[in-house]
């Protein structure tokens, strides 16, 4: 049977602490809500990275934000006083982009989201749509008639976040899809982003519009699905059961970090 537990590791003795800490010999962490909120850094997550950093801990960020590249994270991560390398950024778009040369890809994208996909994409040449609002002006059966338009050799279609997300869009990308061979990938299935006053739909709301139209499942890369870190598994940078897996709210304080350097 399944039980669940949960330790207050602040209120432990010191070799419980430290067999714990050699539990693991790598960290993912989530970023959004766990290392900073938008562009505010939480308290303590920045000390607490670091420490396990020059620990020898192997640590990797992990976000399901398609929006910015490997590149713009790191930068945002670095400002933030984080001690992290590219390599040590994992992102949907990137691990979106190596999922398909991997698969040693040569046909043309068709890309629903942001700039990020398509600039990860870039950087393995492979081709794609150009991401941005594509509006139906006047009636749909004018429309039809008259201006949509299918590109040739296309041969996967990638949904993820896009505020310009519109009608022409579900009908290409349904239209694709209707090939059995056309490779259906989500970037994540976040539903929504709640705030104060409002509710903005998340990539998955979007991924459930294109699978209910096309009616195919897509391949989600992002968490929790084990597809966003696999390349570091299969080349044995990581060992699932040596990973310490950090989401949702950040357990950890300065007071433990601060007892680190005691041990």
């Not at 068709?110 to 994409?121: D, F, N, Q, R």
Request: charged fraction near 20%; aromatic fraction near 10%; include cysteine.
């Amino acid at each position: 049977m399944f039980t669940r537990s949960a330790t207050v590791l602040l209120e432990e003795n010191a070799g419980i602490l430290m067999n714990w800490l050699n539990s693991f010999d790598a960290v993912l962490t989530d970023c959004d809500g766990v290392l900073w909120v938008y562009g505010d850094v939480i308290d303590g997550s920045v000390e607490v990275m670091n420490r396990f950093k020059e620990m020898g801990k192997k640590i990797f960020f992990c976000t399901n934000n398609s929006a910015k590249t490997r590149k713009e994270l790191l930068v945002k991560a670095q400002q933030m006083g984080f001690n992290v390398t590219e390599n040590e950024i994992i992102s949907t778009a990137h691990s979106t982009a190596t999922y398909l040369k991997q698969r040693d890809f040569n046909k043309n994208v068709y890309v629903i989201g942001s700039e990020g996909i398509t600039k990860e994409l870039d950087a393995f040449n492979i081709k794609h749509n150009t991401v941005g609002p594509d509006h139906m002006t006047g009636n749909l059966a004018d429309y039809l008639s008259t201006r949509f338009k299918l590109e040739n050799n296309v041969g996967a279609v990638v949904v993820g976040f896009d505020e310009h997300f519109s009608f022409p869009k579900i009908a290409k990308a349904a239209s694709y899809l209707n090939d059995p061979d056309c490779l259906f990938i989500a970037t994540n299935t976040d539903e929504r982003f709640p705030m104060p006053s409002m509710v903005i739909p998340g990539t998955g709301s979007l991924v459930r519009c294109i699978e209910t139209c096309a009616e195919r499942q897509a391949l989600v890369i992002g968490k929790p699905n084990v597809s966003i870190c696999a390349h570091l598994i299969d080349d044995g940078t990581i060992k699932p059961e040596r990973t310490l897996m950090i989401g949702a709210i950040l357990i950890f304080y300065w007071a433990i970090i601060a007892d680190f350097k005691h041990y």
